[in-house]
């Protein structure tokens, strides 16, 4: 038999080349802290990626855009993979691997199949959550039938090739069985155990139990890795019929002439947006009266200064959520009237859109206040950075509401994605531990129990008040902490900035 063809061969190096990415996985992760074993394991995942899309890049880009924001998706993932070099918060770390899973798997998607759906709406999603969860599992036996190729392709060779095939083949199915044998002789009889660690410490620096992770690991990710391209590669597409039609701003087809989608009846949606908005503008004169006078000593009778920060708070932000709904209705949901209704709902929901501003800019107010009263911590600062988020779409939007030409969806996804990525490179430890270090120099004021709570980005900002006030030996014990973590990060793939400031 000859050769198998260039395409098989490609598919062959696939599963080498994912076998070898599930090698170097274990040894990057297993038993080693994150650090820079992200970035680098990213890169390789992107050039097996792109070894196997080789030709296939681009799909059917039948939606506007798809290809653009499938290169524009480097950005953030290489500035996400970068927070753990150089960042050690504990909530992003904790966020991040799965915020990456889910941008990755759009970018591939994106890049590699082009126009199945329009990225930025709902039905993405599904398609989205079909790749990755079940798409791979259904080529689970791809990767074995791939092997028995190979070794049968070698049949009519030179004989040693085909022996060495073989023997090969012979000894990726004994594997399995050979581990689970290996694990069961050696719960049964300690002292092969022992005889087990002794030897797996030659060869991997660790116990049984630490090379049965780093296998288990590398078997996962290989098959899973290998899986999910051959899924982006041969997952079958429904390509609609009106391939030629014209498409929205938003990316869909436009309907066919005298065909409307069910939408609300002018008037009522009129009526609804001018009596929401006669009682959102009565609260926003009232908070204009409150949140300049607050200053002043105008609180309402009988409310203490930290209680009127605190009260309503949370209540401010879901109407400001609700009121992003309210809008998107408005927008896309409302029928056609006149000239003059039209005029009218464009009023009503720049009146809206108004409205909500001043409802953020007193709720950013009151937490600021709060903050002065009590410190800062990370939820405080994270829900003032969500509320700069929400403050610019609302921006956009009501420049959506005069300005049809583009898309609100596009845009706010672009913008959640940048938001998150920002939020990351803020510091936002290192940003708790400043404010609260000027909040303490002021009031004489400070929390020891929550600064302990803080990652080594506060490190710091921490060293120099302890410089200036040694009689606090909380703070040292603090930095001794952060000194032992990074101790303990003596492998190489764990580096990260923050704790390797902290070496002495």
Not at 13 to 23: D, F, T, Y
Not at 197 to 202: D, F, H, R
Not at 219 to 244: E, H, N, T
Request: glycine share 6%; hydrophobic share 50%.
């Amino acid at each position: 038999m000859r050769d198998p063809a260039p395409w098989q061969r490609r598919y062959n190096n696939m599963w080498l080349l994912s076998i070898l990415l599930g090698v170097l996985g274990q040894y990057l992760f297993v038993g080693r802290p994150a650090g820079v074993s992200v970035p680098i394991f990213v890169t390789l995942f992107y050039l097996l990626f792109f070894y196997a899309m080789k030709g296939r890049m681009g799909g059917f880009d039948r939606w506007r855009g798809q290809s653009r924001m499938g290169w524009f998706l480097f950005a953030p993932i290489a500035l996400l993979s970068i927070t753990f070099v150089l960042f050690a918060n504990d909530l992003f770390r904790t966020l991040n691997p799965i915020v990456l899973f889910i941008l990755i798997v759009a970018q591939t998607m994106l890049l590699a199949r082009g126009g199945s759906q329009p990225w930025h709406r709902p039905r993405f999603i599904l398609e989205h959550i079909k790749q990755w969860l079940v798409t791979p599992f259904a080529h689970l036996t791809t990767p074995f039938h791939t092997m028995a190729d190979w070794v049968n392709s070698r049949r009519d060779t030179s004989k040693a090739r085909s022996v060495a095939g073989k023997v090969g083949f012979g000894l990726l199915l004994a594997a399995p069985l050979l581990f689970v044998v290996v694990l069961l002789l050696a719960s049964a009889d300690g002292i092969f155990m022992a005889w087990l660690n002794k030897l797996s410490s030659v060869f991997a620096g660790g116990s049984v139990r630490i090379g049965v992770n780093r296998f288990i690991f590398a078997c996962c990710v290989a098959i899973y890795v290998f899986c999910y391209l051959w899924g982006l590669l041969f997952q079958k597409r429904k390509v609609p019929d009106s391939s030629s039609a014209e498409l929205t701003p938003d990316g869909d087809p436009k309907l066919r002439p005298g065909v409307e989608r069910d939408k609300f009846d002018p008037i009522s949606a009129a009526t609804v947006l001018v009596c929401v908005n006669v009682v959102y503008v009565l609260f926003a004169v009232i908070q204009f009266t409150y949140l300049f006078g607050a200053a002043e000593g105008l609180l309402p009778e009988g409310t203490a200064y930290a209680e009127y920060a605190r009260r309503g708070f949370t209540e401010l932000v879901i109407v400001a959520l609700i009121n992003i709904g309210i809008l998107l209705v408005g927008l896309h949901f409302i029928g056609k009237g006149s000239a003059l209704f039209e005029r009218l709902r464009q009023a009503m929901l720049s009146i809206l859109m108004g409205s909500t501003l001043v409802m953020l800019i007193s709720a950013y107010s009151r937490l600021s206040l709060y903050e002065e009263v009590y410190g800062y911590t990370q939820m405080r600062l994270l829900v003032h950075g969500f509320m700069i988020f929400l403050g610019v779409l609302m921006a956009v939007a009501f420049v959506r509401i005069w300005y049809t030409r583009f898309s609100l969806a596009k845009i706010y996804i672009a913008l959640a994605i940048t938001s998150y990525v920002i939020m990351n490179f803020a510091n936002i430890d290192a940003r708790i531990a400043v404010n609260n270090s000027t909040r303490f120099e002021e009031t004489g004021k400070i929390d020891m129990y929550y600064l302990n709570t803080l990652s080594a980005d506060a490190a710091p900002a921490l060293a120099k008040l302890w410089a200036k006030h040694p009689k606090y030996t909380q703070l040292e014990d603090i930095l001794k902490r952060y000194e032992g973590e990074a101790l303990e990060r003596k492998h190489w793939q764990s580096w990260n900035l923050s704790y390797q400031r902290q070496l002495p």
